[in-house]
């Protein structure tokens, strides 16, 4: 089922015909109303009127999350303030927050693109929507919650935490489609079996999963704990917040995004030029529609490539591979460039390791080191300390051998890793002072 | 002729043999024998206690990861040489010790250790045919 037939299914010229005409009317709306751009394209010598075809993208500098932070709060809206309905803003873990702001118009084409993004991850109007992601300044419970209204589905705005409750009203009112980071998923899953209860015994049918990169693997493990079917969705408050792009159903191979709001392109992040279709690079976007906080160029750190070939659901709209990781995520660890997501997808080819785990790296003298942390649950618990050691060189050699890199790995208790109800922490790296 | 032992899964870090000992004074379990294992990294704390069953749920609920194992206890004679004989007789029937360790209190003029054998029948059988005394566990827990 397809939420905007018309315009999901558009013929690739028309999507360029309109993206075309939505990109000069964007690049001249910022130019104008965000001395933000305007002093930028004057120092590159740009002027809307050079961007003729949908190629001249490439000749407007990008803009990176410092900019938003060096005009902290509003210097990037387009509009007035009283045409600001809506105000959401990063968490700022990583410095200053940045500030996103929507227009009445703004929050309607979410909800848009969000319904398309349900829609597509499996969700019809008869459904009930569990949406478990965080409510408030992050970007995920509401655009998820006014999306499920556009949709016509009903949702229960459960938001993060309190999961014990979370898991009593999965039994009692069960809903079909589930919303929340795959973490989290993996938490419910754990506390529902804590409470005596199994999801077999739920009414999910469908999960919309997203706010932080995962692998396959983490989708099987999330299958078959949850008893549904896990479809990625991706999204960034700088860009809209989540439905920019959404995994579908029917062929589970790539989030399409919505090319008629927004345009993909991937870079190489060292050499900042554009990379051929199909090329691993970092993911950039240029937002068309968006009145109050329109980007251009935005460089999102994520790593992902295009793929435009045609897809069985029938959609036309390219799809961007899934999140591997972010280009500020990456570890590199004796010259060996490590993904999280690639030590997730180890550990979860060993059976029974518990899929949560930690990735600690440390500078010992000039040498990097890195210390993987898996949770012993009881599946791999043994009273023989020689079984666990070989559980630890298990890891080891795995990691060692598909990354060429050595670790070391700390068997640690369960739930010590902290769960977190937005993203998880996977990364702590000690190497900066 | 088998005990059951508590084992229980522990980081490397302060407290947490404080807290195994306190989550157990919580709940009423009075422990026997105790021995731990450790590396680096992690331990492995081996408990006789007077009840497996309300030990295993009060750990389990403080979030330990706990597993139970079959052990053998075996009266060993209280004098030079005493392990020895034991160990020998072990040895000569090829029965390999994983590990073991002494249990707190004796017993008549003999000791108690406590035995984890890779295969347990087998030592249980070669061991009772000997004449060594293997200790139930019902009665070990109360001993």
Known sequence: MIFNMEFETLPREAIEAIQLRRLKAVVERAYNNVPFYRKKYDEAGIKPAD????????????????????????????????????????????????????????????AELMARSLQAGGATRDDIIHNAYGYGLFTGGLGVHYGSECLGASVIPISGGMTERQVLIMKDFRPSILTCTPSYALHLAEAAEENGLDFADFNFRAGIFGAEPWSEAMRKEIESKLHLSAVDIYGLSE????????????????LHVWEDHFIPEIIN????????????????????????????????????????????CGRTHVRMHRVSGRTDDMLIIRGVNVFPSQIESVLMEISQVEPHYQLVVDREGAMDTLTVKVEVGEGVFSDEVKQLQSLQGEIAGHIKELLGVSVKVKLVEPKTIARSQGKAVRVIDNRKI | MFADQISVFLENKAGRLAEVTRTLAGASVNIRALSLADTSDFGILRLIVDDNEKAESALKEAAFTVRTTRVVAV?????????????????????????MYAFVRQRHDNAVMIFRFDNTDSAVEALTAEGFAVIKGDELYTM
Request: net charge negative; hydrophobic share 35%.
């Open chain 1, 51 to 110: 961007i003729q075809k949908l190629e001249d993208i490439q000749k407007l500098p990008f803009t990176t999350k410092q900019d938003l932070r060096d005009n902290y709060p509003f210097g990037m809206f387009a509009v007035p303030m009283d045409n600001v309905v809506r105000i959401h803003a990063s968490s700022g873990t990583t410095g200053q927050p940045t500030v996103v702001g929507y227009t009445a118009r703004d929050i309607s084409t979410w």
């Open chain 1, 269 to 312: 992040p060292d050499t900042e030029k554009n990379v051929a279709a199909g090329e691993t690079g970092e993911l950039i976007f240029t937002s068309l529609t968006k009145e109050a906080f329109p980007v251009i160029r935005y460089r999102t750190r994520d790593i992902s490539s295009l793929n435009y070939s045609p897809c069985v």
């Open chain 2, 75 to 99: 009266e060993v004679s209280d004098k030079p040489g005493g392990l020895m004989s034991i160990l020998e007789f072990l040895d000569s029937k090829q029965i390999n010790v994983e590990y």
């Open chain 1, 239 to 254: 860009v809209m917040g989540p439905g920019v792009a959404q995994e579908c159903q029917e062929a589970k191979a790539g």
